[in-house]
């Protein structure tokens, strides 16, 4: 029996850290809980760093910062998986595409090269407490822009 000004959250930390499964440190990044209830070799991993899972998943992107194929637009991630032009000709094969084989267009901030792909995927919105480390690198496009970069590359 738990006592009843406990939450049903607090109750489970207080329990896993009973058991040993919370860090007694917290997130160097975020100041959370550190749960250790991953592979062995994952919680040595954070406990290593002294890092939360959700932290050490932008950590990992951190390490890729200057990776064309990581695109950054406004407080959003994503990766390009490159593109697959054919991919429509395959039965089943968007399906296993990120955004269910959506073409998108973007603009690369410091190139201005408008690139397109039909295998991006989000890494989803970048913690505030991490947004320092990835500034923009690109902003949203359109067809039509690309088209016309690719005609000026040719005319
Ligand atoms: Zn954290």
Same mark, same amino acid.
């Given at each position: 029996m738990k006592p009843f000004?406990?939450?049903e959250a607090e109750a489970q930390v207080e329990f896993r850290r009973g058991r040993g499964w919370i860090f007694d440190k917290p997130c160097i990044f975020c #100041? #959370?809980?550190i749960a250790l209830n991953y592979s062995e070799t994952m919680?040595?991993?954070l406990m290593e760093r002294c890092v939360c899972f959700r932290c050490n998943y932008w950590c990992e992107r951190m390490?890729?910062? #200057?990776?064309?194929?990581?695109?950054?637009i406004g407080h959003s991630m994503y990766q390009d998986s490159g593109d697959k032009p054919n991919a429509h000709e395959h039965r #089943?094969?968007?399906?296993?595409m990120g955004f269910g084989g959506h073409r998108f267009y973007w603009k690369m901030l410091a190139t201005g090269e408008i690139r397109?792909?039909?295998?991006?995927?989000?890494?989803?919105?970048?913690?505030?407490?991490f947004r320092s480390n990835f500034v923009p690198n690109a902003e949203w496009s359109?067809?039509?822009e690309y088209d016309l970069s690719k005609e000026d590359l040719n005319g």
């Open positions: 000004n406990v939450t #100041g #959370g809980d919680n040595i991993y390490e890729r910062i #200057g990776n064309p194929n990581q695109i950054v #089943g094969t968007v399906g296993f397109t792909s039909n295998d991006l995927w989000s890494n989803g919105k970048i913690p505030e407490h359109t067809k039509e």
